[in-house]
Every structure is written in structure tokens, then in C-alpha cells.
């Protein structure tokens, strides 16, 4: 559980990087929208992520891994959807700010020592 909140703040901290580094990903809220947009990314991350993961295995292969950042990609315009409080204005915003956030997540990650 206490690995589930690290992540969600985390993933906050991730969306408050990436709005205030990224040109084009606009985050229009406080910090209750980026609790909660954390919230949903770290949900998506840890249910439908490994399962989209599973079904595209042989793509990720192929481009020796990097078919994960279109799927994260995906998951963060999923949570952009969902959200009227995050505008991404275009694709490369889009990529700009899923590689900013896997680099947040990965330093916060190996600081704290996340394990599964």
C-alpha cells in the first residue's frame, strides 16, 4: 500500500514537472487535480498497462523496448481524456512529457526504493 501512495505522488510530482517543463502540456489545476491525475495514472499504469503490455510483447521486442513510451503515451492521453484540467496541444508534447515523466518516476523510484 505505502508503494501504491509513493507512486501516486510520484506520478503528481511527475505531472507538475512535466506541465511546468513541457511546452504544449498545459495542466490547469492545483494540487487536488494532480493528486487526483496521479491517482488515475498510477491505476492505469498498474491495471491496464501490464495487459497491454502482455498483448504487444512481440512489438516491443522489435524495437527493442522503445514501443514502451508509445504505450505510455497512450496511457497519459488516456488520463488527458479523462481530465479537462490537462490540454495536450500535440504529439510532440505528448511524447515530450511521457519521457519526462518516466524519468521523474524512475529517479523517484530508485530514491525511495519502491518494491512490488
Known sequence: MMGFIIRILGNSVALWIASWGVAGFIFSGG????????????LL???????????????????????????????????????DFITISNVMSLVWATIVI???????SALTKVTD
Not at 494540487?31 to 498510477?42: D, H, N, Q, R, S
Not at 497491454?52 to 514501443?67: N, R, W
Not at 518516466?102 to 523517484?108: G, H, K, L, T
Open 31 to 42: 494540487i487536488k487535480e494532480y493528486v487526483m491525475a496521479g491517482v488515475v495514472l498510477g
Open 45 to 83: 499504469n498498474m491495471i491496464i498497462k501490464p495487459i497491454v503490455k502482455f498483448i504487444s510483447f512481440p512489438v516491443i521486442i522489435l524495437t527493442l523496448g522503445l514501443f514502451i513510451i508509445v504505450i505510455n503515451a497512450l496511457l497519459l492521453w488516456l488520463v488527458d481524456y479523462i481530465f
Open 102 to 108: 518516466a524519468i521523474v518516476n524512475m529517479i523517484i
